[in-house]
C-alpha cells in the first residue's frame, strides 16, 4: 500500500512539476490521435451518408465489411501495416516504419470503420425529409449535407469522441509500427506498457491519469452538449 501511495504522489509530482519527458510524451499521443481523427472523421462521414441514403450495388455488403472491421484487434492493423510499410513490402521505399506518420494512418485505419457505421446509424435515424427539403429548396448537395449533419450532430459528436477514445488509448498498433522510440514516436499506451514492465510505476501511473482524465472529460462534454440539445427540442 506504502508502495502504491508513493508511486502515485511521485505520478502528480511529473504531472505538476512540467516533467519534459512526460509532457512530451502526452503531446505526441494527442497530435498523433487528433491528425489520424480530423484526417478520417470528413471521409467517414462522407461514406456513412452515401450509405445511408443512396442505394446501389453491394450496399449492404459494404456496411457489413465496416461493421465487421470495428472489431478487428489494433494489433492485426499494425501486422498489416507493417508488412506493408516494411522493406520488403509495397511501400517500403517511403521509410514510413517507425514514424509518427506511419502510427497516423494506423490510427485512421482502425478509427474509419467506428467512424463509417456510427455515424451510418446516426444518418438512417434522421428524417429524410429534412435533406429531400434542402435540395427541393435549391441547396447545394454540400450544403443540404450539412444541414442534415446539423439534424444529426449529437449522434455524429459521439461518434467523433467514440473514434478518438479507440485510437488514443490502443496500443498494439502503435507499438508495430511506431516502435516506441523516445523522443520520437513514444506515445501514451506503448510508454505506460515499457515503463510498468520496469518497474517504474510513477510514470505509468502519471500518464494513465491522463487517460482516465480525457476519457472522463470527453463524455462530460458529450453529455452537457447533448443536454442542451434536448433543452432546445
Aim: glycine residues 8%; charged residues 10%; proline residues 3%.
Amino acid at each position: 500500500m506504502n508502495d502504491l501511495s508513493q508511486a502515485s504522489a511521485s505520478a502528480f509530482h511529473l504531472l505538476l512539476s512540467g516533467n519534459s519527458e512526460i509532457w512530451e510524451i502526452i503531446s505526441l499521443s494527442f497530435g498523433v490521435s487528433f491528425s489520424a481523427i480530423l484526417i478520417a472523421t470528413p471521409f467517414a462521414l462522407l461514406i456513412a451518408f452515401v450509405l445511408a441514403f443512396f442505394k446501389f450495388p453491394f450496399r449492404r455488403a459494404l456496411i457489413s465489411l465496416f461493421n465487421t472491421f470495428m472489431s478487428v484487434p489494433a494489433v492485426i492493423i499494425g501486422l498489416s501495416l507493417y508488412l506493408i510499410l516494411s522493406r520488403s513490402g509495397p511501400l517500403g521505399d517511403l521509410r514510413l516504419l517507425f514514424t509518427s506518420k506511419a502510427m497516423i494512418i494506423g490510427q485512421i485505419m482502425l478509427s474509419f470503420p467506428l467512424l463509417v457505421a456510427m455515424a451510418h446509424a446516426s444518418f438512417q435515424a434522421a428524417d429524410r425529409r429534412a435533406w429531400e427539403t434542402a435540395i427541393t429548396l435549391g441547396a447545394r448537395p454540400f450544403r443540404a449535407l450539412f444541414t442534415l449533419m446539423y439534424e444529426v450532430r449529437f449522434g455524429l459528436i459521439a461518434a467523433v469522441v467514440a473514434g478518438f477514445g479507440r485510437v488514443v488509448a490502443e496500443i498494439g498498433c502503435s507499438m508495430m509500427v511506431g516502435g516506441n522510440i523516445l523522443h520520437s514516436t513514444r506515445n501514451i499506451p506503448t510508454a505506460i506498457a515499457l515503463e510498468t514492465s520496469k518497474g517504474e510505476f510513477a510514470q505509468g501511473i502519471a500518464l494513465g491519469m491522463v487517460l482516465l482524465v480525457l476519457s472522463l472529460g470527453l463524455n462530460a462534454g458529450v453529455s452537457i452538449f447533448q443536454g442542451k440539445g434536448d433543452l432546445h427540442t
